[in-house]
């Protein structure tokens, strides 16, 4: 897929939730999910070695793990969940949870973008409307790995779903974009973006 059939596959998610999101929340699951997705694909060649590594790390009863596990991650964060989306998919019944286990799972650096989106509340919602699953699912289904998405291709596509939710709320997307590039969770997750290719 090129980058405009990545935004429409993703955009489609708005499908599955409008009965239960207004236009206006779209950007709620859609937003942090691409970046979940994101980082799931950045950190997949190494994540089994960063789980192997923090075993034998909380062996040797170390205190400050972060360095090294930045460092077999080859970027500034890292996850020791044991979840990815794959395995995420496998458990059903537990998707809420486990879910939730992954996130908390992220170095606290990125733990530190992702709460800015609130998610907490976005997964509830989803999972007692029946639709966790569903919208997980179409997010695996989509590869954003940086061997086939480059940063500035990424950086692209985010833009482009702002823009269509700004559309989507008839705002002035260049405003709205600019007020939240600099102090919101936008900005953050724009700069997350850049630094997992």
Excluded at 90 to 111: E, K, V
Excluded at 138 to 156: A, E, Q, S
Excluded at 177 to 185: I, N, Q
Aim: some cysteine; aromatic content about 10%.
């Amino acid at each position: 897929m090129n980058h405009s059939e990545i935004v429409s596959f993703l955009w489609g998610v708005a499908d599955l939730i409008r009965d239960t999101f207004k236009r206006g929340k779209y950007q709620d699951v859609i937003l942090p999910l691409t970046v979940l997705r994101r980082l799931d694909c950045v950190l997949a060649g190494t994540k089994d070695t960063v789980l192997a590594k923090q075993a034998e790390l909380r062996g040797k009863k170390l205190e400050n793990l972060a360095p090294q596990l930045r460092r077999i991650a080859g970027f500034a964060f890292y996850n020791t969940s044991r979840y990815d989306f794959e395995k995420l998919l496998a458990d059903a019944p537990n998707l809420a949870a486990n879910l939730r286990n992954y996130i908390a799972g992220f170095s606290a650096n990125m733990r530190e973008v992702l709460e800015k989106f609130d998610f907490d509340n976005t997964i509830s919602k989803l999972d007692e409307a029946g639709l966790l699953f569903q919208v997980v699912e179409r997010f695996k289904n989509v590869d954003l790995h940086p061997d086939r998405i480059d940063n500035p291709t990424m950086g692209t596509i985010f833009e482009e779903l702002i823009r269509r939710f700004n559309e989507a709320l008839n705002e002035n997307p260049g405003e709205h974009f600019a007020s939240e590039a600099s102090t919101g969770p936008l900005g953050s997750c724009t700069c997350c973006l850049s630094i997992a290719a």
